[in-house]
């Protein structure tokens, strides 16, 4: 037997959030001001369709298509790919654009979509710090990142059965091996449940 090569399962697992705890974390987001408007938006659209930070904070005006309800989004490497977004966001979409946008712009001209508090583009630190904020509202214990969310709608729609082929399209993935981390989590949850339920467990 000890020339049987072990099956690895020692493969790093993205840390993700149950379907639960992700409903908990952006119900509990206020939307009152405009700033609370801006930031449930920007989660829920990380959330909806998997787009990396860099990429939700390099969307313009014309990265969105509104009608579709698709967005456009510059990738890795100059690659554009579009990624469809839930009906649900239609209001947040409306509210942002039409009373939030305006008043963080002030007097300013610019095509980004998401403003800071002084009409400037979003930056990684200033969402890092909308996030900690969130998530401790919120009372997650999980350490969370802007990639959790990646990885948490990766998962999610894997979970729900969505081909991977789809998963690797709508997360920009150039091979299909990338994507194939997150089988690894379907396994890990199957081996789980398996030692839960079977009788000789």
Known sequence: MDLVPRIK???HLPDVLSVEEMFQLLNSLPVKTPLEIRNKLMLELLYATGIRISELLDLTLHSINL???????????????YVPYVNTL????????????????????SEVLFLNNRGDKMSRMGFWKILRKAALEANIKKDITPHTFRHSFATHLLEGGVNLRIVQALLGHSSIDTTQI??????????????QYHPRA
């Open 9 to 11: 399962l020692g493969v």
């Open 67 to 81: 009608k579709e309800r698709v967005i456009l989004v510059h990738g890795k490497g100059s690659k554009q790919r």
């Open 90 to 109: 239609d209001e947040l979409f409306e509210k942002y654009l039409k009373q939030s946008r305006p008043l963080l712009l002030k007097l300013k001209q």
């Open 182 to 195: 997150y089988t690894h989590i379907d396994m890990k949850r199957m081996v789980e449940t398996y030692k």
